[in-house]
């Protein structure tokens, strides 16, 4: 597999209008969001493109991505449980999914199959430009699994300091290894649970654990005794609800909250730019989204 150059480029698309199809590629998909904002986003644009649920059974795996290589499709997104399990499939990783190694967008040019990944930038887009708390910079990172991967992948090189806490702290080292976040900033890994002393001793807090989300049999990780205070930057991944427990106390001790939904709208921006070499309208994602999350 080579390591390819960043930028995606439509210079290769067919003008006569052959790569019509998108989608987003999981199990299941039915729930995603992602079809709502990039369908908005197309049609504000006027792009002749349909954006389509495609649920995929583990054993067809192989044979969908063959499906994305011959059939009409410019590219698709990857979600749950394909991430990682799409890689040895494609013909070309750029950097961005070689250090967070994961995919979640795919490019079909002309039949070659190049991945991306767009979580890191979208995790990020969650930070306001020149961040205090980025500057400040020690992390705690709750979870390590592929979100969390992306997450380090994203933060290694604008933090002083990353700290994994994981039920499985072998997971968590190899997260950090695989990722090379030493090169870049101090890492540690910790034992579950999080203690309030963790909370203490960082300034950036992040769940990456679907702990909180809607549906899910546990709905706390933050011990009932820790303390944050307004120096404290509280970031959940989870976005649905967007007021998740852990939010909702951060906001309750004055902590500055940033909501999953930011790193959902941003990867979901830069996806659409990879797949049409355009911006999308400014907003436009977040409304929608913000529609969508109304209705459920
Ligand atoms: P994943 O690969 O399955 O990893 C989940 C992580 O959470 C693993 O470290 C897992 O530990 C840990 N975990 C799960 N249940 C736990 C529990 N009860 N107690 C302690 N740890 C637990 O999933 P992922 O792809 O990283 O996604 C994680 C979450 O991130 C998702 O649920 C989603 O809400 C969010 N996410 C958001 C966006 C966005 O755009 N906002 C994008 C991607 C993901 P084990 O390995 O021990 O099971």
């Not at 040895?88 to 961005?96: F, I, S």
Request: hydrophobic content about 40%; overall charge negative; charged content about 15%.
């Amino acid at each position: 597999m080579r390591l390819i150059i960043r930028q995606s480029s439509m210079k290769n698309q067919d003008p006569t209008g052959t790569n019509l199809l998108l989608g987003i590629l999981g199990n299941p998909v039915s729930h995603s969001l992602s079809p709502n904002m990039q369908q908005s986003a197309l049609d504000a644009l006027g792009i002749p493109m349909r954006y389509l649920h495609l649920p995929v059974e583990p054993d067809q795996l192989s044979g969908a991505l063959d499906g994305i290589r011959s059939l009409p499709f410019r590219g698709v997104n990857v979600t749950i449980p394909y991430k990682q399990a799409v890689m040895p499939y494609l013909d070309q990783l750029d950097a961005t999914a070689q250090e967070a190694n994961a995919v979640n967008v795919i490019l079909n040019d002309h039949g070659c199959l190049i991945g991306y990944n767009t979580d890191s930038a979208g995790f990020m887009s969650g930070f306001s430009h020149g961040s205090d708390a980025l500057r400040r910079g020690r992390v705690l990172l709750v979870g390590a699994g592929g979100a969390a991967c992306a997450i380090v992948a994203g933060l290694m090189r604008r933090v002083s300091a990353i700290t994994v806490v994981a039920r499985d702290i072998s997971k968590a080292e190899t997260l950090l290894d695989t990722v090379g976040a030493a090169q870049h900033c101090q890492t540690a890994t910790l034992s579950w649970p999080v203690t309030p002393a963790m909370i203490a001793d960082h300034g950036i807090i992040v769940n990456a654990t679907p702990i909180g989300m809607q549906g899910f049999s546990v709905d706390r990780w933050l011990p009932e005794h820790a303390t944050l205070t307004a120096l404290h930057t509280c970031y959940d991944t989870v976005y649905i609800p967007q007021d998740t427990p852990f939010l909702v106390e951060a906001k309750r001790q004055g902590a500055h909250c940033i909501y999953g939904k930011s790193m959902l709208v941003g990867q979901g921006e830069v996806a659409f730019q990879h797949f049409t070499g355009q911006c999308p309208p400014p907003g436009l994602m977040q409304t929608v989204l913000d529609e969508s999350l109304s209705l459920l």
